[in-house]
């Protein structure tokens, strides 16, 4: 009998040590896992505010970073904003890639920062103080895609509580990887979501994560497949519409468009540094730029036919850009607009919240509340 007590003293004392360990363990990690983690794997080292995430892919480093924006304590270009919610305020969260996030390429090749249209949003929601009650974060990362958005959806901006997001994604989505390891797909199981999303809490799960990114022979070979094919497209944004009914969230799809073809091939930034549009192409997928908006139109396409299946409103800013293009890309770039066409982008995502009654009412504070509640 005594040595059977004796057993398990010793075996409660090895689970107590195990588990004082771990949780040892996972206190450091949280300290210096970020810095563990980067030095196996590597994001886009070309913008030094993007840092690797096990979860993620990648994602913005908070800091002043000059030349380029001011990423807040969060990790969004937006001013600091807390986690919790002001009392009585209505928060939107744009989701996007860098076409959200705002920047653009000018004469010379150097990139510019003044067509974040989320920024132009909130300017225009409390010009003459109409909405003043409007929050808008911008949560847009350079690169992102659909599945990188839902997997930020789920783990950073579900604990902001908003009311409002704008989802705009597609051009990523259906580039080549350069990094496939990096493509941060959920779990289609449920069960599997859920242990998923639950586990990625754990820094001893986001190590595990990175030693298995690091490893290149378990990964696709860079440049073979896309990051998100048609039907993965259609599985995020489903889900992204899904994951924001279930949380009391409204979702509106953007749509944007790519510099018409009418206005030919981007010109040269720097005559001195050529760019290679042959192998631009090739490392977008296409062999040229009719191919490139064709597979963009494809794309366009399926954001509205899920927008339709799922009852999500869209704000079809590709087809104001159609009528006068012109003024809102500049010659280098056929991706971004300029700020004229953040303005436009802007415009009309308040135009679609008006026109949907997702707004404070101007009249006061108490109204935002009332507005939410009787859009949902």
């Known amino acids: 009998m005594l040595k059977k ?39 886009d080292l070309s913008y030094p505010w993007i840092g690797y995430h096990p979860i993620l892919g990648w994602v913005n480093r908070p800091g002043t970073w000059a030349p380029g924006p001011d990423i807040n304590s969060l990790g969004f270009r937006s001013r600091e904003t807390s986690l919790r919610k002001p009392d009585g305020s209505l928060r939107i969260v744009c989701l996007g890639d860098s076409r959200t996030f705002g920047l653009w390429t000018d004469q010379g090749g150097a990139f510019r920062y003044d ?58 989505d259906h580039s080549l990887a350069w990094n496939a390891a990096l493509g941060a797909r959920e779990p289609r199981n449920r069960f599997a979501r859920e242990l998923f999303y639950l586990a990625s809490r754990s820094y001893w799960f986001r190590l595990g994560k990175a030693a298995y990114d690091a490893l290149p022979s378990l990964h696709a070979t860079p440049f073979s497949e896309r990051w998100v094919d048609l039907d993965a497209y259609w599985y995020n944004l489903h889900r992204i519409a899904e994951v924001g009914s ?21 010109a040269e930034p720097d005559p001195r540094h050529p760019v290679n549009k042959k192998g631009l192409y090739q490392v977008l997928g296409v062999r040229d730029l009719e191919g490139l908006h064709r597979l963009d139109r494809t794309y366009q396409d399926l954001l509205n036919q899920v927008a339709a299946q799922d009852g999500v409103p ?42 949907l009654g997702w707004l404070p009412s101007p009249e006061g504070v108490s109204g935002a509340s009332a507005a939410a509640a009787a859009g949902r």
């Open 314 to 355: 869209v704000a079809d800013a590709s087809a104001v850009f159609a009528e006068h293009p012109e003024s809102l890309f500049g010659p280098y770039d056929f991706v971004h607009c300029n700020p004229a066409g953040a303005r436009v982008i802007a415009e009309t995502i308040r135009h679609k919240l008006r026109e």
């Open 5 to 43: 007590w004796k057993r398990i003293v010793v075996l409660g004392l090895v689970l107590c040590g195990t588990s004082a360990g771990l949780a040892a363990g996972e206190v450091i990690l949280r300290l210096v896992g970020s810095r563990l983690w980067e030095r196996l794997v590597s994001a």
């Open 246 to 266: 279930q949380h009391g969230i409204h979702v509106l799809f953007v749509s944007q468009a790519l510099r018409p073809i009418a206005l030919g091939e981007s």
């Open 115 to 172: 067509n974040d249209y989320p920024a132009a949003l909130e300017q225009l929601l409390h010009e003459q103080g109409a909405h003043p009650a409007v929050e808008v974060i911008n949560a847009g990362v350079i690169g992102y895609t659909s599945a990188q958005g839902l997997a930020q959806l789920q783990t950073q901006l579900l604990p902001l509580h908003p009311d409002v997001i704008t989802v705009s994604f597609g051009f990523n």
